[in-house]
């Protein structure tokens, strides 16, 4: 995950960005959008940029205006990735933020959804989310899962999936490439017995960061980022009825 790629195109954060709100959620500052008296929420757990990306807000509103309660926690806690500080790159930053320490922190979260009367939960992780994601769907703390370009993410990883999950990669990806991808999908394949639905699709022509760091005034990029975001939509809503 050191790579460039994984870093490429950051954004410009922005903490009014989005149409919805701030609240404490689980122990955590959590960007919330879509109405509290839903009964499905979706739990985005971003990449190393965090909860405050324009491009995040932007997508967990597009989601919560099709019914679904949506939380963003800032799982960094006030530090997110800060790519042009030499004195800290990315290996360095992910010895204080490692997947692990989210998959600790999205626990509470999840309970506090719960206590809300929540009654369906899914999750999308975007590049190092996508590796908290999967730790919840192995421990079926969730009920569906997307996983959107990710990053540290293994076969082992995906052998233990309890949920039904969905992978978007992209073809150009040095962190996720398409070999490992088929990989997921022939695992996936091999679950009828455990009822999971996983379904893997990746996506030619793009790299990896394409469905949340993609440049707004590039009109092929926001097709096949808005392709994603369709598909993404599509999983939960599927797996909520």
Same mark, same amino acid.
């Given at each position: 995950m050191s ?10 954060l922005?903490?009014?960005s %989005?149409?919805?709100?701030i ?5 955590l ?12 929420a ?7 940029? %965090?909860?405050e990306?324009?491009l995040?807000r932007k997508l ?7 019914g679904f309660?949506?939380?963003a926690?800032?799982?960094?806690h ?9 004195n800290r ?7 204080d933020h490692?997947?692990d ?5 999205a626990?509470?979260?999840?309970e ?19 590796k ?6 192995k ?17 082992d ?6 949920a ?16 490992l991808l088929?990989?997921?999908e022939?695992i996936l394949?091999?679950k009828?017995?455990v009822r999971?639905d996983g379904?893997?699709k ?12 993609y ?7 926001i ?7 369709e598909?993404?939509?599509?999983w ?6």
């Amino acid at each position: 995950m050191s790579g460039p790629q994984c870093c490429s195109n950051p954004p410009t954060l922005n903490p009014s960005s %989005g149409a919805g709100h701030i609240e404490q959620l689980g122990g955590l500052t959590t960007y919330v959008s879509g109405s509290p008296d839903s009964k499905r929420a979706i739990l985005f757990i971003t990449d190393v940029y %965090g909860f405050e990306a324009p491009l995040v807000r932007k997508l967990a509103d597009k989601v919560a205006a099709a019914g679904f309660f949506v939380v963003a926690p800032d799982f960094f806690h006030g530090d997110p990735f800060v790519p042009d500080d030499a004195n800290r790159t990315i290996s360095v930053w992910l010895q204080d933020h490692g997947p692990d320490k989210g998959f600790d922190d999205a626990k509470p979260v999840v309970e506090a959804l719960k206590n809300k009367g929540i009654s369906a939960i899914g999750a999308a992780g975007v590049c190092w989310g996508a590796k908290v994601v999967v730790e919840l769907a192995k421990v079926e703390l969730i009920q569906a899962a997307v996983l959107l370009h990710p990053s540290l993410v293994t076969v082992d990883d995906i052998k233990g999936v309890k949920a039904h999950i969905l992978i978007l990669g992209a073809e150009i990806d040095q962190i996720s490439p398409p070999e490992l991808l088929k990989q997921f999908e022939e695992i996936l394949s091999a679950k009828p017995e455990v009822r999971v639905d996983g379904f893997v699709k990746i996506f030619p022509k793009v790299s990896h960061g394409w469905t949340v760091r993609y440049n707004v005034e590039d009109a092929e990029a926001i097709k096949c980022a808005d392709e994603a975001h369709e598909d993404l939509l599509a999983w939960f809503t599927m797996l909520s009825n």
